[in-house]
């Protein structure tokens, strides 16, 4: 059990069943009872259907990079320290979006372009009561 | 019923740029509202509608338009105020055309002032709603522009260098404009000299960030003929906005701009051949080279090539931000765009006046990616 690195989410009752889920190593969202459709941002109808049934289903982990960023400047305090840092726009095999610093400790990847590369869900805080996912390289 | 050629732009007012110590968002708002009245040779009892942008540094947040009305001393037959960054200009300006084409009210003053500059404003938010962004460091204004640039250089294969290009137009404009808070003209070496800020996007790829105020004054085309100015005829306008993100396959292409500009061509009947000179809104330099492509001066992934060779210079084939822009003149979130556009259509723009510049677009983006705006300025 490790607390979590960076700033921790602030949690609501819609949001909760995310951040426990990875607090068990799993990357849960919202998939609609009425059409099957799979929402991110989490929200509380479905935003294909307006259903407000849903499942919280177990997703792969596993990803695309769309976009990568590089932060050379740190916009909060709790990011000041992590400069330069990693961010990109994941493309989920299950279809979301969402966007994750890189679980990046060496700095390995700063100077690489790593769109299309493929990442994993990595959880911080695994074993706490809440976890963050963030995400990782697959190496090759 | 069209909206086309019924109202139009009497009067402009802006304060001075840049960092004005000492001064209030409310002060500059008020300044812009009285030069602005002495540009349409309007006195206040003429206006009649206030709209107004709260600045970042406004506490009274989307109360504003009490505060200012009353710091003004004007009892309005309609006001509002609206917080959409950098759409706020166009969109107050289409809200008070439609205002005047149903009768709600005869002259209305679009206000903003903000004192972002010396307020120490950041524009460090970040997006999401729930679960914010900013929780994997995904913070600030620069961050989602970063995203269009990074997928555009992917899909498109545009460079660094072409955006350098639309920091160098901007900036050669704001030297030949006395009121421009960064004047020294730049070439794209300096560009890719600078700092990177958020990968793909560079110091010189960010706009500024100012203090100062800036007053539009909109009435019916018959009313501002009568008027101190040649009236600036509101020929077309349109708007289209997205609210999802993550959820929008090409959201960072912001599709949505290119409805807005489609519906402002078409009200106007007017086409992209048609337009001399363009205020295009350039909170980062990406911005601009998604404009020209959404507008169709280009092809989709042409804009990188399009900027190229002086073209979007004064003397090339399409002037854009002919005052600076937000990069270069000031960052007044585009209401200096509209005021570039009326001041290039009345012919009074000195030095960087373009030639036979009867048709201006004017463009405004704002809430990160998220909401769009055109308008179609025309000379009476």
């Known amino acids: ?140 | 019923m069209s909206v086309s050629g019924r109202t139009a732009i009497a009067g402009v007012g802006a304060t001075a740029q840049g960092t004005l110590s000492g001064r209030t968002a409310l002060d500059l708002g008020a300044e812009a509202f009285k030069r602005a009245l002495a540009d349409a040779g309007l006195r206040k009892q003429d206006v009649d509608g206030l709209l107004t942008m709260p600045g970042t540094t406004s506490p009274e947040g989307s109360l504003h338009y009490l505060r200012l009305g009353e710091a003004l001393g004007i009892n309005p037959r309609y006001t509002a105020s609206l917080t959409m960054g950098g759409a706020t200009a166009g969109c107050l300006v289409q809200i008070a055309v439609m205002v005047i084409a149903a009768g709600l009210a005869t002259t209305v003053a679009c206000v903003f002032g903000d004192t972002a500059k010396t307020g120490g404003v950041t524009f460090n938010r970040a997006s999401g709603g729930d679960v914010n962004w900013g929780l994997w460091g995904m913070l600030g204004a620069a961050a989602n522009s970063g995203i269009a640039a990074d997928r555009h250089m992917h899909e498109y294969g545009t460079t660094s260098r072409q955006l350098a290009e639309v920091a160098v137009a901007c900036r050669k404009h704001a030297s030949m404009n006395e009121h421009a808070v960064m004047r020294t003209p730049i070439t794209v070496a300096d560009h890719q000299a600078s700092r990177m800020i958020v990968r793909p996007l560079r110091l010189l790829d960010c706009c500024l960030i100012s203090d100062g105020g800036v007053c539009i004054i909109v009435t019916s085309a018959e009313r501002a003929r009568d008027l101190a100015k040649p009236p600036a005829v509101i020929a077309g306008v349109g708007q289209a906005h997205t609210t999802m993100n993550l959820e929008h396959e090409k959201w960072w292409y912001v599709p949505h701009q290119k409805q807005a500009l489609a519906d402002a061509f078409r009200m106007a009947k007017l086409g992209p051949k048609d337009v001399k000179v363009a205020q295009l809104y350039d909170n980062f330099t990406i911005s601009v080279i998604l404009w020209l492509e959404h507008a169709g001066f280009c092809k989709e992934g042409e804009g990188g090539p399009f900027v190229e060779g002086g073209r979007i210079q004064l003397g090339g084939a399409l002037p854009v931000n002919t005052a600076g822009g937000n990069l270069s003149e000031s960052y007044m979130e585009g209401w200096l765009h509209v005021v570039e556009g009326v001041r290039q259509v009345r012919g009074e723009c000195g030095q960087r006046q373009v030639e036979d510049a009867h048709t201006c677009l004017v463009t405004g983006r704002g809430m990160s990616l998220n909401c769009s705006n055109a308008m179609l300025l025309q000379r009476a």
């Not at chain 1, 960076?6 to 949001?15: H, I, R």
Request: with cysteine; aromatic share 10%.
């Open chain 1, 1 to 140: 059990m490790t607390p979590i690195t960076k700033p921790a989410p602030e949690v609501n009752d819609l949001t909760r069943p995310f951040w426990q889920a990875a607090g068990r190593g799993q990357l849960r969202m919202q998939k609609c009872a009425a059409c099957g459709h799979i929402r991110f941002p989490i929200g509380p109808v479905c935003t294909n259907c307006l259903d407000e049934r849903a499942e919280w289903v177990q997703l792969s982990g596993q990803g695309r990079v769309l976009s990568h960023l590089v932060f050379h400047r740190g916009y909060s305090a709790a990011w000041k320290p992590h400069v330069p840092y990693s961010v990109i726009m994941v493309q989920l095999d299950e279809g979301p979006r969402m966007f994750s610093d890189l679980v990046d400790p060496d700095r390995k990847y700063i100077e690489t372009d790593l769109v299309g590369h493929c990442v994993q869900v990595w959880f911080d805080g695994l074993g706490q009561d809440m976890a963050v996912p963030r995400f990782k390289v697959v190496e090759p």
